[in-house]
């Protein structure tokens, strides 16, 4: 009996320990990489952001082995900071911060989690780093969306050549939209002509503003801003029936409310953010040594619906933005 009663120890200590290796085994298939997302705001541009970093990391490592925590900042950087906080306590193993304020929200949260931002104009404006090198250091990297800016006031002589006052669109909240405006200013002064500033700070006073602009402007110029992408009907409800042409910074404004711009895949800019969190979560690289990296290419595109309504006829070499 007392065989017996050991034999039958020995099998249930034997199940017990393959059950306790198939448990452990099964923990570290499921383990999963923690990744927050802080968003500044819903629009076609940041979104498509989102899902192309989401897609690259997916297609690296698989579905199964990320969890992500998507979060709008519904436009108030307040927002952002509650969320980058959040994040932190949480302890995510990494934060991807789309569009300025939610970088600058999340680089105020944490010096130690890696951060990766993207839809972000110009770091160096963002987090207010002098004499800026292309690298941020410590905790910071990711990807910006600036298409070169001399080449946007070229094109706002090229489809306008007959203006010779430009209004200058855009939100004082937003840094980056400050630094872009200034340098096209510059860009257009050197040309002769005619640039002003028409700063709004919030949807709230957006239309006064515009409806000034328009009625002192031959043409507007709008940046990748993120508060004109969110209202892009205001400011084509107050430019259309004027028959003032706005040029954009970016596609998705320009489909909106704009007749041209230079174009980015916002897409493809995400998918970039996406590869570089895979270097660093799985290959283990220091994201202080990465550089920001740019947009590959950028594609000239024109608004077919607005160049119609406005009686402007197309340049070459612009293909026509899909319409949706």
Known sequence: MKKVLSLMLALVM???CLSLTGCSGDSSESAK???GIVQLVEHVALDAATEGFKQAIIDELGEDAVEFDFQNGQNDPNTCSTIANQFVSNNVDLIMANATPALQAAAAATGDIPILGTSVTEYGVALEIKNFNGTVGGNISGTSDLAPLNKQAEMITEWCPDAKNVGLLYCSKEANSQYQVDVVKAELEKKGLTATLYPFTDSNDLA???TTAADKSDVIYVPTDNTVAENTGIID???EPKKIPVIAGEEGICSGCGIATLSISYYDLGYTTGKMAVKILKDG???STMPIEYAEK????????NCEALGITPLEGYTAIEEN
């Open 298 to 305: 950028q594609t000239p595109k024109f608004n077919k619906q």
């Open 237 to 239: 409800n107050i430019c």
């Open 208 to 210: 006064q503003i515009c």
């Open 285 to 287: 690289a220091d994201i």
């Open 33 to 35: 990489y923690k990744i």
């Open 14 to 16: 034997c199940v017990g």
